[in-house]
């Protein structure tokens, strides 16, 4: 019954700015839910035409498979970036073509810099 429990989330994030990837950020395993969620924070982002978030999600199930399940590869590119700030909360990005259903929305939250 373990192989259809509710997934255990890991993988990575980056920023994308300029064609360039940062390093990436280890997202811990969210063990058994659905509803996975990191307190993960990129700071002194530029938002200009090429930034995006990037999330590489995998289902952790090591004692079953010799590799982690594939969840999907998901990029928000700047224009859900804009709209997320100009939200002022918790904006639900709609990803489920990008995952071929396995992750339906992400939710991001953009503040801007304070000068």
């Known amino acids: 019954m373990t192989a259809w429990s509710h997934p255990d ?3 990575h994030a980056y920023i994308i700015t300029a064609g360039t990837f940062s390093d990436p950020v280890k997202l811990q395993v969210r063990q058994d839910t659905l509803t996975p969620q ?3 924070r990129f700071e002194h982002v530029p938002l200009s035409a090429g930034t995006a978030l990037r999330l590489e999600l995998f289902d952790a199930d090591p004692e079953f498979f010799s590799a982690n399940d ?3 590869i998901i990029t928000i590119g700047l224009a859900e970036i ?3 700030m100009r939200s002022q909360e918790t904006y639900q990005v709609n990803v489920q073509q990008q995952t071929h259903d396995q992750v339906l929305f992400v939710g991001i ?3 801007p810099e304070m000068n």
């Open 109 to 111: 939250s953009v503040v």
């Open 82 to 84: 804009q709209k997320a």
């Open 38 to 40: 990191w307190g993960l």
């Open 70 to 72: 594939d969840m999907g």
């Open 9 to 11: 989330t890991v993988g």
